[in-house]
């Protein structure tokens, strides 16, 4: 199994510039998380969905984020316009089941705002 | 609602001596608990987890941790540290059973470990 996977690993982008953060789940695991990480707040959950629907978009910082789930393979996360502020690590994350067993990480997306 | 709190920000320990990162939870029902830790520029990986069974946990490279309702901690113990285990730690709590439960992180310890 390849694992949870995210793309681009890195992205530096402008100020005011659309980010597009996307994520392969693992196969069969329906739910998925999207989670960033900074320096100040640490790890904060964004969104999560359950059978590609969302659940709780209440960590979603602003209305510049968005996140999809079109289908149980793919999801995106979105910031529209982009702020240097967005700067930090974005994590997904998916799970099979119930919330007792593991959360699989995916490596992280790593954006950079100038 | 449910909570965790790490009460270290940051643990220094010498390679070969023990390791103890403390975590107490607040939880409305019997909660699912989780170590995770996160290498430099790494994703997170489980280290153990408790979800009911045996109350002292043993997981991946010598850690363990035991679940303690009387004092709600969760505490993670290693005999002797090696400089491999420097890392991020996170506690985490779930009390939701049902599919698509979020987790509660903690704020994370940093470990560091000298030679």
């Known amino acids: 199994d390849a694992g949870v996977i995210q793309s681009p690993r890195h992205e530096v982008t402008e100020m005011g510039q659309e980010v597009t953060l996307r994520c392969k789940p693992i196969?069969?695991?329906?739910?998925l998380f999207w989670y960033r990480q900074t320096m100040m707040r640490g790890l904060e959950l964004l969104i999560y969905f359950n059978n590609n629907v969302p659940i709780d978009d209440s960590g979603m910082p602003e209305d510049r984020f968005s996140a999809k789930m079109p289908n149980a393979s793919f999801s995106t996360l979105k910031i529209q316009p982009s702020e240097p502020r967005d700067s930090a690590v974005y994590f997904c994350?998916?799970?099979?089941?119930?919330?007792?067993?593991?959360?699989?990480f995916g490596p992280g997306t790593r954006l950079t705002v100038l | 609602a449910q909570s965790v709190t790490q009460l270290d920000s940051h643990v220094s320990v010498s390679e070969g001596t023990p390791v103890l990162l403390r975590c107490n939870y607040s939880?409305?029902?019997?909660?699912?608990l989780f170590w995770y830790v996160q290498h430099p520029n790494k994703g997170l990986q489980l280290l153990l987890k408790y979800t009911s069974a045996a109350t002292l946990v043993k997981g991946i490279n010598g850690f363990e941790a035991e679940f303690k309702k009387s004092e709600t901690s969760f505490h993670l113990t290693k005999p002797s540290a090696h400089m491999s285990d420097a890392a991020e730690y996170f506690c985490?709590?779930?009390?939701?059973?049902?599919?698509?439960?979020?987790?509660?992180f903690g704020k994370g310890t940093t470990l560091s470990v000298s030679s």
């Open positions: 985490v709590v779930s009390d939701g059973y049902q599919a698509g439960t979020a987790l509660i």
């Open positions: 939880s409305s029902y019997s909660p699912s």
């Open positions: 196969s069969g695991h329906n739910s």
């Open positions: 994350a998916s799970i099979r089941g119930s919330s007792y067993n593991e959360q699989f």
